[in-house]
């Protein structure tokens, strides 16, 4: 499924999420898929790329790559967000 993402790609993913704060919302102005898009050169415009990056987070989350915590944000509003797992090795 993603033949073309290496690891190489995930470590900096995981590079630049750990750079900053990511939401797991798509719908969020600092949504994680943004992070993604800009590693990779993705254009968010286009509905096959969104869905492909969406796919990659989900993958990336349940290999450990990435995590889902939960917290508050600025206004004290609980919230989801993405983290970095466990860094990539290879």
């Known amino acids: 499924m993603f ?5 190489d790609d995930l470590f900096l993913v995981q590079k630049r ?20 898009a800009e590693v990779l050169g993705y254009d968010l415009g286009n509905e096959a790329a969104k869905k492909q990056i969406r796919r990659l987070l989900a993958t990336w989350i349940k290999s450990k790559a990435l ?3 939960d917290r508050k944000d ?5 919230r989801k967000w993405i983290e970095v797992g466990e860094w990539v090795t290879d």
Not at 17 to 36: H, L, N, Q
Request: aromatic fraction near 6%; glycine fraction near 4%; proline fraction near 3%.
């Open 3 to 7: 033949s073309d993402i290496a690891s």
């Open 17 to 36: 999420i750990s750079e900053s704060e990511w939401r797991a919302s798509e719908k969020a102005k600092d949504w994680a898929g943004k992070a993604v």
């Open 74 to 78: 600025a206004k004290r509003t609980p």
């Open 67 to 69: 995590k889902v915590v």
